[in-house]
């Protein structure tokens, strides 16, 4: 199982940025997928989830400036992230769940986490 985040950077407070997490070695389709980041100093946190049908979910923290979206043909999920606050600097980890549940949204035990990407917001 491989679950490879890109498209993380450097911007300027203001700005967007858009992260990838491709998938493979298990039905991507089946399974839930979310994003969660870690600042410097703090607890990894979860920011969204979207389950295999395409319900979404947000985190306080990030609702009406990020989407998360997937390609279930490209085995894909997408984070778009706008007006990004030099309080989102952060390494940001794609997970796929079957359930995206309590277990892995409360207790970080989701099923398959990637490698993470590194987001820096200037001010």
């Known amino acids: 199982v491989q679950l490879q985040a890109s498209g993380g950077g450097l911007v300027q407070a203001g700005g967007s940025l858009r992260l990838s997490c491709a998938a493979s070695g298990f039905i991507f389709s089946s399974y839930a997928m979310g994003w969660f980041r870690q600042a410097p100093g703090k607890e990894r946190e979860f920011l969204t989830g979207?389950?295999?049908?395409?319900?979404?979910n947000y985190a306080d923290s990030v609702k009406g400036r990020f989407a998360i979206s997937r390609d279930n043909a490209k085995n894909t999920v997408y984070l778009q992230m706008n007006s990004l606050k030099p309080e989102d600097t952060a390494v940001y980890f794609c997970?796929?769940?079957?359930?995206?549940?309590?277990?892995?949204?409360?207790?970080?035990?989701?099923?398959?986490w990637g490698q993470g990407t590194l987001v820096t917001v200037s001010s």
């Open positions: 979207i389950s295999w049908s395409g319900s979404t």
């Open positions: 997970v796929a769940d079957i359930r995206l549940d309590y277990k892995c949204i409360g207790t970080m035990r989701c099923d398959y």
